[in-house]
């Protein structure tokens, strides 16, 4: 029952050192302050023709997880499969054509000078896609599968509006058939009015094409009739992983609840006024001891400060890295929430 991932990653860091002299990375080896921990031993799977939502708060390592995937960047360690074979560090093209990646902001993912017709057809020839007859009628296929029509291919990259641009940014992922799609929060720099038609192409896509995609948002509401399976990532690190009914009617990290409590709600009744996400994130400088969500969270015991919870299943098909995660329930009515300014600590 249980099919091979297109790609798991296992036990994946990636430290940033940021005092750039040789000498002092050298000599000053462990000093905190100058290693980002920005990956901190992430598991993660993404199952063939799923769209898996990975969703924290900025600065959590989504983009840097997602560069990984794609191979723009090199973790410091861990393993990274695809289709259950080791992915080699160096990626040969076919490797590297296989995921590819939309970006958040279609403005600077396109080179200005190069038409659009132009741009398909360098990757179709360079990665020979198609003969060099079919060049033309292959780029308008693949104009057609993002919703734009032939005249697009004699324009340029200004001449469309950010949603168009974010769907030639597509088709040009498309136009070396990848089995993977990897979209760092392609809807975030959009309107509002806009971000739907896009999140409605994602979905089409993976109907149509059967397409794996790994959806990143910084925001749950923009997933939430997206995705199969949400993860959320928190300070480096997958804190709980289900599919997106099941997370959201059953959320088992505190984090978990406070980001579905923030999602603005037309009824005031459903809102949990219980819950609110004290301050900003910490640094990945200096992960807390213990559980790395305790100084935030509003349930924390003495053991959350010196045990770090490691995902387990708490439902079927749901993991969460919480010790008090068959607790919440009751928690949530007993335990008054922490406000910004209190020292509940
Ligand atoms: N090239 C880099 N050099 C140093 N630090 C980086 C680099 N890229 C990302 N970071 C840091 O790593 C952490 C995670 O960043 P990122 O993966 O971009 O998070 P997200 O996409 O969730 O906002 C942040 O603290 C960020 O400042
Ligand atoms: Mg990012």
Do not use: W
Request: with cysteine; glycine share 4%; hydrophobic share 40%.
């Amino acid at each position: 029952m249980t099919e091979t991932p297109v790609l798991r990653v296992a036990d994946i860091t990636k430290t940033y050192h940021l005092n750039t002299s040789v000498l002092a990375r050298i000599t000053r080896k462990d000093d905190k302050q100058s290693s980002l921990h920005a990956l901190d031993g992430v598991d993660l799977q993404l199952n063939k023709g799923e769209i898996l939502a990975l969703v924290g708060e900025s600065g959590s390592g989504k983009s840097t997880l997602a560069k990984i995937l794609v191979g723009s960047a090199t973790p410091t360690s861990g393993e990274l499969d695809y289709h259950g074979e080791p992915m080699p560090l160096h990626r040969n093209k076919d490797a590297s054509r296989r995921i590819q990646m939309v970006f958040q902001d279609p403005y600077s993912s396109l080179n200005p000078r190069i038409s659009i017709g132009s741009m398909l057809k360098e990757l179709l020839v360079l990665h020979n896609i198609v003969p060099k007859s079919e060049v033309r009628a292959e780029s308008i296929r693949l104009l057609n599968l993002v919703g734009l029509e032939e005249d697009a291919l004699q324009a340029y990259p200004s001449q469309f509006s950010g949603g168009q641009r974010q769907r030639i940014a597509i088709a040009r992922a498309l136009a070396v058939r990848p089995d993977i799609l990897i979209a760092d929060e392609p809807v975030s720099a959009l309107d509002v009015s806009v971000q739907a038609t896009i999140l409605e192409l994602f979905a089409t896509l993976q109907r149509d094409l059967g397409l794996s995609i790994l959806f990143v948002a910084h925001n749950l509401a923009v997933v939430q009739h997206l995705s199969q399976r949400v993860a959320v990532m928190y300070l480096g690190r997958i804190v709980e992983v289900a599919e997106t009914e099941e997370l959201f009617r059953n959320p088992r990290h505190p984090y978990t609840r406070a980001l579905i409590d923030s999602i603005p709600r037309m009824s005031a009744e459903s809102v949990n006024e219980e819950f609110f996400l004290d301050g900003e994130p910490p640094s990945p400088f200096n992960i807390p001891a213990g559980c790395r969500f305790n100084p935030r969270c509003p349930y924390a015991s003495d053991a959350c400060r010196t045990t770090d919870p490691a995902l387990e299943t708490v439902a079927p098909q749901h993991e969460s890295a919480c010790i008090r995660a068959s607790e919440l329930d009751t928690l949530a009515l007993t335990i008054k929430p922490r406000r910004t300014g209190n020292t509940a600590a």
